[in-house]
């Protein structure tokens, strides 16, 4: 059982800043891959970003590239989301998930990953 923690929503004003930050239970950390993916109602869950456990390589969908930046520290078993430049449409709930064996073509299918944490709100509005 892997509990992933989120936090570091809020509301935020078009052209802002917020850094998410998700604490993990799962060990040994540095061999889970790490994803970011959003969701509004109605709607399906939607990839942000992915970080590799063993190399940390960094993966991101079209709609965020230049504007967020995901990190990792192993030693604290935490990923970290930082958002900049947000936009009305980066509204959403922001899930962090889980998985130790995915390969590099799944890592933005969200039915690809085993464990997943309750999520935050993140507000973009004036």
């Known amino acids: 059982q892997v509990e992933l923690v989120e936090s570091g929503g809020g509301l935020v004003p078009p052209g802002g800043s917020l850094r998410l930050s998700c604490e993990a239970s799962?060990?040994?950390?540095?061999?889970?891959?790490m994803g970011w993916f959003r969701q509004t109602p109605g709607s399906e869950r939607e990839f942000v970003a992915a970080?590799?456990?063993?190399?940390?390589?960094?993966y991101y969908a079209n709609s965020v590239k230049g504007r967020f930046t995901m990190s990792r520290d192993n030693a604290k078993n935490t990923v970290y989301l930082q958002m900049n430049s947000l936009k009305p449409e980066d509204t959403a709930v922001y899930y962090c998930?889980?998985?130790?064996?995915?390969?590099?073509?799944?890592?933005?299918?969200?039915?690809?990953?085993?464990?997943w944490g309750q999520g935050t709100q993140v507000t973009v509005s004036s």
């Open positions: 998930a889980a998985d130790r064996h995915l390969i590099t073509s799944s890592i933005g299918l969200p039915n690809q990953y085993d464990w």
């Open positions: 799962a060990r040994p950390f540095r061999t889970y891959t």
């Open positions: 970080i590799k456990g063993s190399s940390s390589s960094t």
